[in-house]
């Protein structure tokens, strides 16, 4: 069937009845599905329930004549980092493992640079005329809101399948004020994009203005594949090293998405003058973290290869999933010339682009018919999608056949709003 562009008003009206005798149907299922956000599913909570019973001998709390289940070690165990290090291709040394929450590590960074500066710092933040932050879009929204927060400008970066429009980027960095940049490099939340080589190449080549600008690299997703074997990336903290700028990125990671999402441990790596100079401010907020939940993650985990095999198991809940989100958008989008979307193999995330000026009406609709959704505009600074277009959905929570009804309720939800659009009159 042709796109809704080329048809004439008596041909979208009867689409449109169509599409209102199906939300009509839809509304007295009385549903009440949630993919508002990249929350593992029960049956991913259950395949690493041997995490809570690994550690049932105290006696392997003593590591190296210090006990685990005691303070000390505040940038991690030995064993957390090294296990860390090699899952993110880096050394040890530059590494410190924090608690359940990379965002609260990401959130930490940019306060401690705001009250006392970072290693390159001319002076505090909060003593500069001006704050700016470059955010790729679409873009996570947790990220905007640190930054936000702590009264940055936002500036958005246009997002390629490749990464960040770089050409921009590198533009950007010529203004002193900006300090840094937002990056999720493997598997984009919440496009899915992948990094080229070649961004990452320029990204660690970077001469910005600003001598502390920071690269906030959150490599959420760094073995998350769902489709394919694992995807080897290359190492942010080396090539910015070999470049001569070896503290101008800080790479953060967790088990979120590994083990349990409230109870895992995180990660932030950077130059060893960076973690020496984060040691130092951390120690006034933390004697140590959980040592005992380090170690029964390192036990569990074990090493790279046994993670991987661990998210092959993974893959094998999500694959149908995000393969039903994806046959359902085919389905029922394709050729409609009102959205279109990208194919991830990795990640948590399926991002549409709907026709401009339809994603809150969309939102809005799918609230009415029991669907709770990220909100539109959430892939923006300050929420405010000037397009009115990205949405995000998460496809991860919901059992497989709720999936397949809350995806319908999207796709007649996006439709009716294009209709909306093209007939210039609300249909429900």
Known sequence: MSAYACRNREELVQEAQKMQSRFDALRNKNLKLDMSRGKPSKAQLDIVNDLLTVLDDP???????????????????????????????????????????SLSLMHDL??????????NSPRPWCREEKLKFLCPVPGYDRHFRITETYGFEMITVPMTP??????????????????????VPKYSNPQGYVYSDETIRRFANLKPA?????????????????????????????????????????????????????????????????????SKLAGVQNISYDKINQLRHVLYLKDKAHTLELMK?????????????????????????????????????????????????TWELCKQLGVTLTPAGATHPYGIDPEDSMMRIAPSYPPIEELE??????????KIAALEKYLGEKLV
């Open 405 to 414: 009804a809350a995806m319908e309720v999207f796709c007649v939800s996006l």
């Open 110 to 119: 940019i306060a401690r640079g705001y009250t006392h500066g970072l290693v």
């Open 162 to 183: 490749d990464g960040p429009d770089m050409d921009v980027v590198e533009e950007l960095v010529e203004d002193p004020a900006v300090k840094g940049i937002w990056c």
């Open 313 to 361: 198991k993974h893959a094998e809940i999500l694959q149908p999933k995000f393969r039903m989100v994806l046959k359902m958008l085919r389905k029922e989008l394709t050729n409609k010339g009102i959205a279109h979307w990208h194919h991830p193999v990795g990640g948590y995330f399926v991002c549409v682009a709907a026709m401009p000026g339809t994603a809150k009406r």
């Open 210 to 278: 600003a001598p502390d600008f920071v690269i906030m690299w959150d490599n959420a997703y760094c073995v998350h594949e769902f489709e394919g074997e694992f995807a080897p990336f290359k190492d942010i903290i080396s090539l910015c090293a070999e470049a001569g700028r070896p503290n101008m990125v800080y790479e953060f990671a967790s088990t979120s998405k590994l083990t349990f999402p409230g109870a895992g441990i995180s990660v932030i790596a950077s130059s060893e003058e960076n973690i020496a100079y984060w």
């Open 59 to 101: 006696t392997v709390c003593n590591l190296n004549g210090n006990d685990c289940r005691n303070y000390g070690d505040l940038a991690g165990l030995q064993c957390a980092r090294e296990f860390w290090a090699e899952v993110l291709g880096c050394k040890s040394s530059q590494t410190f493992v924090g608690g359940n929450a």
